[in-house]
C-alpha cells in the first residue's frame, strides 16, 4: 500500500467564487457562471464562457499569477504555521504544447509568483506542466518529499485560463468547443487552486486523505481515430485501488474532470464497467466543470478541494470515493481518497 496524504488547506478562486468556501457552496447548490464573452464563435455567436470576477481587468499570464497568489494566500491563513522557505510548492500549469498558452517561461512565471506573494519556497519547488493529470504527479512527489525526504508540508498550486482566442479558435476547429453550432463540447472557464498537504498520522481530527494513487495512458485519445476501450483509465484506477488496498466496490462515489465531451462520458462509463465488479444501488458521479467551465490544469485541484470541503459539511455520498482525470493526449490519473 502507498503512503497516505492528508489534504490540511484548500484555496481556490473560480468563476462562481473568490475563495474555496464561496467556490465549493455555489457548486454545492449547482450555481454556474456562464456568460458571453468578448470571442466570437465562427457562427458570428458570442463564446459562452465562465471568467474568474477578479477586482482589476487582469488578462493572460497577468491574471495567471493572481489567481495562483489568491489561492495560495489561502490555504496559509487556513493552515497557519507553513514556513514558505521549509515548505516546497508544487505549480501545476498547462501543457506546454497546447495551442495559445501565454506562458513562455514556467521557470519565470513561477520566480514571478514568488515576487508576488514576497516568499520564497523550498528548493525542492518545481513547475509541473501537465494538464489535468498534474494534481496526480504532484501528490506522487509530494509524497516522496514528505513520506521519504522529511519534509513537513507541501503546497499544490495550479493556475489556467482557456479564455484565450488562439486556444478557443483551435478547440472550435477540432469540434471540441460548445459553440452555436455543437454542442458537443466545452465550455471554457478560468481558475487558480491550491492544496496544502502533509501526513496524517500526527492529525487528531478527521481530515481527507489520498490513499492511492495511479497512471495509464490511453492510446485511443480524444484527437485520434482508435477505437475507445478506456484502457488507460482503467489502468489507472486499477494501480490506484491496488496502492490504496481496496476494491472499486468498497467506493462510495467518483468526482472528475468531465467538462462536456461525450469522448469523456463514454471513457468514464467503460472505465467503470471493467473494474466494478459489485452490485450497488447507486455511484454517484460529480463533475464540477458543470459549474465552472473547463479550466485545464486546475480541474483536478479544484476537484479534490471540492472533496475536502464536502467531507468537513458533510454531504458526501460516503468517506471514500475516487478522482479520476486525463489530457487530450492520453495521460490519464486516477487517486483513492478517504475521509479517516
Not at 462562481?16 to 457562471?33: E, K, M, P, Y
Not at 504544447?97 to 508576488?116: A, C, H, K, S, V
Not at 487552486?193 to 495511479?214: H, R, T, Y
Amino acid at each position: 500500500m502507498g503512503l497516505p496524504l492528508a489534504i490540511t488547506g484548500a484555496g481556490m478562486v473560480t468563476g462562481v467564487g473568490l475563495g474555496a468556501s464561496a467556490s465549493c457552496a455555489a457548486i454545492r447548490c449547482a450555481i454556474d457562471n456562464f456568460q458571453e464573452t468578448r470571442f466570437m464563435d465562427s457562427g458570428g455567436e458570442w463564446i459562452i464562457g465562465c471568467e474568474a470576477p477578479l477586482d482589476q481587468p487582469w488578462r493572460g499570464r497577468a491574471k495567471l499569477i493572481k489567481m495562483a497568489m489568491a489561492a495560495i494566500r489561502e490555504c496559509l491563513e487556513e493552515v497557519g504555521d507553513i514556513e514558505p522557505a521549509n515548505t516546497p510548492l508544487l505549480l501545476c500549469l498547462a501543457e506546454q504544447t497546447r495551442p495559445g498558452r501565454t506562458i513562455d517561461d514556467d521557470n519565470q512565471l513561477f520566480l514571478d509568483l514568488q515576487d508576488e506573494l514576497e516568499m520564497e519556497f523550498h528548493t525542492a519547488s518545481r513547475v509541473i506542466a501537465t494538464g489535468h493529470v498534474a494534481v496526480a504527479i504532484a501528490i506522487k512527489h509530494a509524497r516522496t518529499l514528505i513520506h521519504q525526504q522529511g519534509v513537513k508540508q507541501v503546497i499544490i498550486a495550479a493556475t489556467d485560463t482557456l479564455l484565450v482566442g488562439p486556444t478557443l479558435a483551435y478547440y472550435e476547429e477540432m469540434g471540441r468547443l460548445f459553440t452555436s453550432n455543437n454542442s458537443n463540447g466545452f465550455i471554457p472557464g478560468e481558475a487558480g487552486a491550491a492544496l496544502v498537504v502533509e501526513s496524517p498520522f500526527d492529525k487528531g481530527s478527521e481530515v481527507l486523505c489520498c490513499q492511492g494513487l495511479g497512471f495509464g495512458v490511453e492510446m485511443a485519445h480524444v484527437e485520434s481515430e482508435e477505437p475507445l476501450r478506456a484502457e488507460g483509465l482503467t489502468a489507472a484506477i486499477k494501480e490506484s485501488l491496488q496502492d490504496a488496498g481496496c476494491e472499486m466496490g468498497d467506493l462510495d462515489f467518483r468526482i472528475t474532470d468531465l467538462s462536456g465531451e461525450q469522448y469523456y462520458f463514454k471513457e468514464a462509463s467503460l472505465a467503470l464497467s471493467r473494474t466494478l465488479r459489485k452490485r450497488k444501488e447507486e455511484f454517484d458521479i460529480w463533475h464540477p466543470a458543470d459549474c465552472i467551465g473547463e479550466v485545464g490544469s486546475a480541474q483536478g485541484v479544484v476537484m479534490l478541494a471540492i472533496l475536502k470541503a464536502a467531507c468537513e459539511k458533510g454531504y458526501t455520498k460516503g468517506r471514500r470515493m475516487f478522482a479520476h482525470m486525463g489530457n487530450d493526449d492520453g495521460k490519464r490519473a486516477s487517486l483513492v481518497m478517504e475521509w479517516l
